[in-house]
């Protein structure tokens, strides 16, 4: 069968100001399908799914101790994990656009469950190095589910309910750590992976009897023309290209706080344990929360205004968050200020990009998220290497200098669409 070529529409005056006026978009009015209660269970799935991948964090330890693996070799896993994750974005995701997506997520969910158990089984280094790639492969549903909430939605709606979806992704970021010391302290490390394996099936069982039918899938082709076409998304669509640097900038300033954060938090003279530690994610929390109204403004057309004013308080963050170790407070204040920041321009970013292109929406959305990938790599490293030399002022600073590359790209993108 012929593939078809993905047509461009038209963008409202509000979005294309805030991609400087060259990408565009649909309004079209066709009605919402999507509830509040399906968006709910939406973004628990997304919690759920995406928290596999950050599972292991606090328990390297445990893991290198049971597996006879030595402790500078066991962070491996945090990589596998990530490179399964890369990969999916690649090559699962854009499958929303050409598949029934109700049973490509169910079958996403089914078979996380089985990488799961498999994590929980491993009895050798290789095995668990094998399985982990699964997790992470099949945690890309996520932003399947993500694509198909903005589907169901209405054009008016659609922020609103990224917007949520969105929250319940930065939740299980947050809370995977908690969630799996916890856990751990109870059954062991690998009872975290069956509890997850478990919780994943009931829920693939209650979107099964409660997800709408998926409508049939936008593209038509190959399945290799369909990831030519993601590939072609990053020369064609502006909206696309913009928003995606956003999204390397706004991750790179989030991983460079939360990948190091530990180490002057773990050290003396605050010297705090990992679950006080784990207890500043609840902060990080709050600041996600209250920053899922930014979908409802973007829907508004005042997706450009929020990206300045979010773009802006990510700066600030790292004042308050630089005297640490004179002050818990002024952490929290910089952890809630960040997190706020950061989602908000996550949600404006996805809301516009899903507005520029309805017909490609899972395509975009994997497309978009290598951004953050590769945002997220660099800025763990960069984190670590600097605190390591330098200390954890000096991480402020480039956690600062970062942001306030993406509030200068903001105001330049202002400048050059006037």
């Known amino acids: 069968m012929p593939y078809t070529p993905l047509a461009p529409v038209k963008m409202d005056a509000e979005a294309e100001k805030a991609t400087g006026g060259h990408s565009q978009t649909s309004r079209s009015a066709s009605p919402s399908t999507l509830s509040r209660y399906q968006t709910l269970l939406f973004a628990i799935t997304c919690a759920m799914a995406v928290a596999n991948v950050y599972f292991a964090q606090p328990l390297l330890e445990s893991m290198a101790s049971s597996l006879a693996v030595s402790?500078?070799?066991?962070?491996?896993?945090?990589?596998?994990?990530?490179?399964?994750?890369?990969?999916?974005?690649?090559?699962?995701?854009?499958?929303?656009?050409?598949?029934?997506?109700?049973?490509?997520?169910?079958?996403?969910?089914?078979?996380?469950?089985?990488?799961?158990?498999?994590?929980?089984?491993?009895?050798?280094?290789?095995?668990?190095?094998?399985?982990?790639?699964?997790?992470?492969?099949?945690?890309?549903?996520?932003?399947?589910?993500?694509?198909?909430?903005?589907?169901?939605?209405?054009?008016?709606?659609?922020?609103?309910?990224?917007?949520?979806?969105?929250?319940?992704?930065?939740?299980?970021?947050?809370?995977?750590?908690?969630?799996?010391?916890?856990?751990?302290?109870?059954?062991?490390?690998?009872?975290?992976?069956?509890?997850?394996?478990?919780?994943?099936?009931?829920?693939?069982?209650?979107?099964?009897?409660?997800?709408?039918?998926?409508?049939?899938?936008?593209?038509?082709?190959?399945?290799?023309?369909?990831?030519?076409?993601?590939?072609?998304?990053?020369?064609?669509?502006?909206?696309?290209?913009?928003?995606?640097?956003?999204?390397?900038?706004?991750?790179?300033?989030?991983?460079?706080?939360?990948?190091?954060?530990?180490?002057?938090?773990?050290?003396?003279?605050?010297?705090?344990?990992?679950?006080?530690?784990?207890?500043?994610?609840?902060?990080?929390?709050?600041?996600?929360?209250?920053?899922?109204?930014?979908?409802?403004?973007?829907?508004?057309g005042r997706g450009n205004r929020t990206t300045g004013i979010a773009l802006a308080l990510l700066t600030l963050s790292w004042l308050p968050t630089a005297f640490v170790e004179s002050s818990l407070l002024a952490m929290v204040v910089g952890v809630v200020l960040l997190d706020f920041a950061v989602q908000a321009v996550h949600v404006t970013n996805q809301s516009l990009i899903f507005a520029a292109r309805p017909d490609a929406q899972s395509r975009l959305v994997g497309a978009y998220m290598c951004f953050y990938s590769v945002g997220s790599g660099l800025g763990a490293i960069a984190a670590t290497y600097t605190y390591a030399h330098f200390g954890w002022v000096a991480v402020c600073i480039l956690g600062a200098a970062i942001s306030a590359v993406a509030l200068l790209y903001w105001l330049y993108l202002g400048l050059t669409s006037n």
């Open 71 to 300: 402790p500078g070799t066991i962070g491996i896993v945090v990589t596998a994990t990530q490179a399964g994750y890369a990969v999916g974005l690649l090559f699962i995701v854009p499958l929303g656009d050409l598949l029934n997506r109700k049973k490509l997520i169910l079958t996403q969910m089914l078979m996380s469950a089985v990488a799961l158990c498999a994590v929980g089984l491993a009895g050798n280094w290789g095995m668990l190095l094998g399985a982990m790639v699964l997790v992470g492969l099949m945690a890309v549903v996520v932003q399947v589910v993500v694509a198909y909430a903005a589907s169901l939605a209405s054009p008016e709606q659609r922020g609103a309910a990224v917007g949520t979806v969105t929250s319940g992704v930065v939740l299980g970021i947050l809370l995977a750590r908690f969630v799996s010391g916890a856990v751990a302290d109870l059954a062991g490390w690998r009872g975290v992976y069956f509890v997850s394996a478990a919780l994943m099936i009931g829920m693939a069982l209650v979107l099964w009897r409660t997800m709408p039918a998926s409508a049939a899938p936008p593209a038509k082709g190959s399945y290799w023309q369909l990831l030519r076409s993601v590939f072609q998304l990053y020369l064609t669509e502006r909206t696309l290209r913009v928003r995606g640097t956003f999204a390397l900038l706004i991750f790179a300033a989030f991983s460079v706080l939360w990948t190091s954060m530990v180490l002057p938090l773990s050290a003396p003279p605050l010297s705090l344990t990992h679950t006080q530690i784990g207890l500043f994610g609840l902060a990080g929390v709050a600041g996600a929360l209250a920053a899922a109204r930014a979908g409802r403004l973007a829907d508004q």
